[in-house]
């Protein structure tokens, strides 16, 4: 059965945007927050963290009393969390028992160091490469860019890319994660990072179907569309996995629009839910909720659609007011202390200042700074 067309063995469900919404939020983990980072980090397949400390406020926005500190500790000493390049060939950060997965899903895929080698005719040589990086790694441990380039293995600056490189096909392939805390991107050995990982991986769709299942928990009711975008597939692939899932999905209608949804989630959908109380969020740049969908237009207005998702890929923070964008934000560090800048799309409603505040002042903790001041209220 196409993807696309209408699922026969379900009865159309219909809900209004605002459903929609409280639900996302609540999957989401920013109503009722999840018990710890790891958990976030495995439900909502994984957290983009290009930029690293979004990806740690992401986490601080959907657990409890987390710091920064801590979330540096889970993800370089205690290794309970792993940064690699997963979907859309972007820096995220997942639970390491997910490692094996992650690997299972993105195989097959090439980097563009790869796909080059293969234009050039040189991929036989560039494979082998790789293959003598990866032993220097597993012997040296943690290995960066400097070390690589004294090795003498490659003797041009493009496999040397802060981009990715070399590395980014050694993390790909399963041999290497994300080490640093700051300073020169650092690579760690799996042998050597966390040598009691259990390494078994799924085959390419199975990986990819699991995937889909906890893409549908966390982020439905979605389309077909909305999971491509967020998985960074062609249409075609996607619809190989979607269509694996056919069987385990309502159909929702939301206001004109078909989207679909976990059968096993329907009850909780549909279950008349008491008025949202109000609530307000700071998500931080590239926040999941962000990206999980190629139609922003249920929380970002469109008409603001520009002032966050910018040109060149950025994607600015947002404060949501009820889950709707009402502002954009950014933070900067002088010292011991943390300024916040807003920029509202109007003028915010004076019970907002004292919930901006708070919000603020708990992103400052979560820094270990003191909240210099807000501007832009």
């Known amino acids: 059965m196409n993807a696309d067309n209408h699922l026969m063995h379900h009865t159309p469900v219909q809900i209004n945007i605002q459903q929609l919404r409280q639900f996302r939020l609540h999957r989401s983990g920013l109503l009722i927050p999840f018990p710890t980072a790891e958990q976030v980090a495995e439900s909502l397949g994984g957290v983009q963290a290009q930029i690293h400390p979004s990806a740690g ?83 040296k441990g943690v290995m960066g860019r400097s070390e690589l380039r004294a090795s003498g293995l490659f003797n041009d600056e493009e496999h040397l890319s802060p981009w990715g490189g070399v590395f980014a096909d050694l993390v790909r392939q399963g041999y290497a994660c994300h080490a640093a805390r700051s300073g020169e991107g650092l690579f760690a050995h799996r042998i050597h990072w966390r040598p009691d990982l259990r390494w078994e991986q799924p085959d390419l769709d199975a990986a990819n179907v699991e995937m889909l299942r906890r893409y549908l928990h966390a982020y439905g009711p979605a389309t077909l569309q909305d999971y491509a975008h967020w998985r960074g597939a062609a249409r075609n692939r996607a619809r190989r996995w979607w269509a694996a899932m056919e069987p385990e999905l309502a159909q929702i209608h939301v206001e004109g629009q078909t989207m679909y949804l976990l059968s096993e989630d329907l009850d909780e959908l549909t279950r008349s839910p008491e008025p949202p109380s109000p609530s307000l969020h700071m998500l931080h740049r590239f926040d999941p909720l962000l990206l999980a969908h190629k139609d922003k237009s249920w929380i970002v207005p469109v008409v603001h659609y520009k002032q966050v998702f910018r040109s060149a890929g950025h994607i600015e923070g947002v404060v949501l007011n009820a889950g709707i964008a009402i502002a954009t934000w950014r933070y900067v560090r002088k010292g011991k202390a943390l300024h916040i800048i807003l920029e509202p799309f109007a003028p915010l409603a004076t019970h907002l200042h004292s919930l901006i505040e708070q919000r603020s002042q708990e992103i400052a903790t979560f820094f270990g700074l003191r909240l210099a001041g807000i501007e832009g209220m």
């Open 57 to 139: 406020l992401a986490l601080f926005n959907r657990t409890y009393d987390l710091t920064y500190e801590r979330y540096e500790t889970l993800l370089f000493e205690e290794r309970s969390l792993v940064k690699l390049w997963g979907q859309r060939g972007t820096l995220h950060v997942y639970a390491t028992k997910d490692w094996p997965l992650i690997c299972a899903m993105l195989a097959g895929s090439k980097s563009w160091w790869a796909r080059n080698a293969e234009k050039t005719e040189t991929h036989d040589v560039y494979t082998d490469l790789v293959r003598q990086a990866e032993a220097l790694l597993r012997q």
